[in-house]
């Protein structure tokens, strides 16, 4: 095959992604009239240049997170978003249950609205978790150890991940960096990623807060498929096509107003 040909395909390729925001290998092998394994090829190649992102089956279009200041510096942002959200998951969780928190400002939230819950376990990795529950009369808090980031006050790393293995929770409530419905849940950070990994592993139900800032965008380092979401915690500023996408996959999605209130 001629190097124009190819750099015209790889060319038209780019256009289609970018013109669609995903395409498949399949629908590219077709149109090319090409191997599936030379289509791979390419967008092997383009997702090498940073022009496009692999996703299962096919590439999703480059929207690239943009970097994220500390978390302290996060919790004075978008306010008003994180405190409904916050106040909604919470009223997930009963007293007597018990729950993993992860790290973030969204999750700092929901562990605000639960200090006065009774005979209620919080196991987290999370510095600043462990800090807005330590008021917490009815709580018992249980921090893992690890190895510190600085920027998100988490515990990461095999020491954290080996403490996370001791132990089975309820429910587990945790944000995410990026969320992309082609390829799926994303983090900027890769020594994250087995912790993140293992904390998904330590419930069969997950529950992710995430505005409405966090979707369409993909980060460096795969976590898990959306999928795995069984309750999704966001805004109303949700695109709508979006919000029925994430229901058709099966995900109970709860809207918080302004007001705190979650809709479902």
Do not use: C
């Amino acid at each position: 095959m001629s190097a124009p040909f190819k750099e015209e395909r790889l060319r038209r390729i780019l256009e289609a992604v970018r013109e669609n925001g995903q395409v498949s290998v399949a629908e590219l092998a077709e149109r090319f009239d090409v191997s599936e394994v030379t289509i791979r090829r390419d967008l092997r190649e383009l997702a090498a240049q940073g022009l496009i992102h692999r996703a299962h089956g096919g590439a999703v279009q480059a929207t690239s997170a943009p970097p994220e200041p500390p978390v302290i510096q996060r919790m004075l942002q978008g306010q008003g978003r994180k405190e409904s959200i916050g106040r909604a998951a919470a009223a997930l969780i009963a007293d007597g249950e018990s729950i993993f928190i992860g790290s973030g400002s969204t999750t700092a939230y929901v562990a605000r609205h639960l200090v006065d819950r009774k005979n209620l376990t919080v196991v987290t990795n999370a510095l600043n978790i462990a800090t807005e529950l330590s008021v917490a009369k009815g709580v018992t808090v249980v921090v893992t150890g690890g190895m510190m980031r600085d920027s998100e006050l988490s515990l990461v790393g095999h020491i954290a991940e080996q403490s996370l293995r001791e132990v089975r929770v309820d429910k587990v409530i945790m944000g995410m960096r990026a969320i992309s419905l082609e390829a799926g849940m994303t983090n900027d950070y890769l020594p994250e990623v087995m912790t993140d990994r293992t904390i998904i592993d330590m419930a069969p139900e997950l529950i992710v807060v995430a505005d409405h800032t966090k979707f369409g965008k993909v980060a460096s380092a795969y976590v898990a498929p959306v999928e795995r979401v069984t309750t999704l915690v966001t805004d109303t500023g949700i695109d709508p096509d979006t919000l029925s996408r994430l229901e058709e996959m099966g995900i109970r999605v709860i809207v918080a107003d302004a007001e705190g209130e979650g809709n479902q």
